[in-house]
């Protein structure tokens, strides 16, 4: 019986886990936006910038 | 009894691992609607590259752009200037949130809107402006 309500227990508690674990795939977003914006600009010479790394803050910091 | 619980076991494992295999993958943006907001841009950029480059528009920092000195563009290309400028944010407003529901999460949008903000200014061309924390900056 105590098995059973920690079975119940767990089932319960992973969804919860799930729905917090589907976070903002930025890194993600950002090659999204480079393919895009790299189209849209006509941007070809992909060598400009190689290894853009993938963290950065939020916003743009000033240049 | 046992058997119940395992196979409920079994299929939450399983949507467990889907969303994380969706969590970890490239982010759909191949669809025709977000081909076609890309194909309009790209038609429309013949016109604004000019623009950007003599600081008419600038590139705003939530991801869109905006008139920033029509003096120097000639008084009867001005209506062209803010109606061009008004259809590609509407584009840009609707890119994002198509990115956002292609990809099932369309509480994404914002998100996705300051990534692409920080990724425009960031391959805009030299000479160009975009809006830093207090007012226009010339890349």
Redesign the interface.
């Known amino acids: 019986m105590k098995n ?1 309500i920690t ?2 227990a ?2 319960c508690a ?2 919860a ?2 729905t917090i ?6 890194a ?16 070809k010479n992909g060598a400009e910038k190689p290894n ?1 790394k993938a963290v ?1 803050p ?3 910091p ?2 | ?1 046992k058997k119940i ?1 395992l196979s ?2 079994l299929l ?1 494992s399983t ?2 691992a889907s ?2 295999v969706a ?5 759909e ?1 191949n669809t025709p609607a ?1 081909s076609a907001i ?1 194909g309009s ?2 038609a429309r ?1 013949g016109q604004l590259g000019a623009h950007y480059a003599s600081g008419a528009i600038g590139l705003t ?1 939530d991801g869109l752009i905006a008139v920033r000195d029509a003096n120097v563009v000639p008084l009867k290309d001005r209506a062209a200037l803010n109606s061009a400028v008004a259809a590609e944010n509407a584009d840009r407003a609707n ?1 994002y949130k198509e ?1 956002a529901t292609a990809n099932g ?1 369309p509480e ?1 949008q914002l ?2 809107q ?10 805009a061309q030299g000479g160009w402006y ?1 809006q ?2 207090s007012g226009w ?1 010339q ?1």
Request: proline share 2%; with cysteine; charged share 20%.
């Open positions: 059973w079975g119940l767990l089932a992973l969804p886990c799930v674990n589907i976070y903002f795939p930025a993600a977003a950002e090659k999204a936006a480079d393919k895009i914006i790299d189209d849209v600009w006509q941007l853009v950065e939020a916003s743009a000033a240049k | 009894m619980l409920l076991l939450l949507v467990f969303q994380f969590a970890a993958a490239d982010l943006v977000i890309k841009m790209q950029h920092k890119l990115i999460h994404w998100e996705i300051s990534t692409f903000a920080g990724r425009w200014i960031d391959k975009y830093g924390a900056v890349k």
